[in-house]
């Protein structure tokens, strides 16, 4: 069972709107603006999508977006494309002896 | 650009030592990152395993931490792991990840992952 829970599948039509909801608790999502979002497509690496809650790395689209209110952070992804679909994964830094955290992931299915 | 790339063996014994290494390129193991490794068991999501800062300091997810030991060669500019007692459960693939603590706080980059299968 992972430290942070995600929905383990959502899906939007192309163009659409869709958010991915990241629950913790106050010793990590909610007692740090430390969480991040990673996109992974089948058999590569973990891409930093979202840093610090809301912040995007160079290169990134601004069809991506994160949030925070309270114990739960989101990743919103608007305008959807086909190539967005794959796995979401968040992580959060925590105040407990593992200090780094991840969410069980979310399939983005693009219909 | 920082690049990072995994190497070790791909198959290990029950009960043996999984070790792999983490070469750093294109910047210094020494900047003020620390260099983590998160692993990934077939079909399933990510976990953290460890970190540690060119200094030697280090920090282990409890769950492993009796059998994790991450180091580092700063001569060499590459950070390494060792898992003893491994068994079926450890297989995986294995990244390893620079980690930001400020002014951004995240795993930016990643190396492309190596599988370790568990098996005899």
């Known amino acids: 069972q992972s430290a942070l829970t995600q929905p383990a599948s959502v899906s939007g039509s192309p163009g659409q709107s869709i958010t991915i909801s990241c629950t913790g608790t106050s010793s990590d999502v909610g007692g740090y603006n430390y969480v991040s979002w990673y996109q992974q497509h089948p058999g590569k690496a973990p891409k930093l999508m979202i840093y610090d809650v809301s912040n995007r790395p160079s290169g990134v689209s601004n069809r991506f977006s994160g949030s925070k209110s309270g114990n739960t952070a989101s990743l919103t992804i608007s305008g959807l494309q086909a190539e967005d679909e794959a796995d979401y994964y968040c992580s959060s830094y925590t105040s407990s002896s593992t200090h780094w955290v991840f969410g069980g992931g979310t399939k983005l299915t693009v219909l | 650009q920082v690049q990072l790339q995994e190497s070790g063996p791909g198959l290990v014994k029950p009960s043996g030592t999984l070790s792999l290494t983490c070469a750093v390129s294109?910047?210094?193991?020494?900047?003020?990152?620390?260099w983590s490794w998160v692993r990934q068991p077939p079909g399933k999501g990510l976990e953290w395993i460890g970190e540690i800062y060119h200094s030697g300091s280090t920090n282990y997810n409890p769950s492993l931490k009796s059998r994790v030991t991450i180091s580092v060669d700063k001569s060499k500019n590459q950070f390494s792991l060792k898992l003893s007692s491994v068994t079926a459960a450890d297989t995986a693939v294995y990244y390893c990840?620079?980690?930001?603590?400020?002014?951004?706080?995240?795993?930016?980059?990643w190396g492309q992952g190596t599988m370790v299968t568990v098996s005899s």
């Open positions: 990840a620079r980690v930001w603590m400020g002014p951004l706080h995240a795993f930016d980059i």
């Open positions: 294109g910047g210094s193991i020494s900047s003020s990152n620390w």
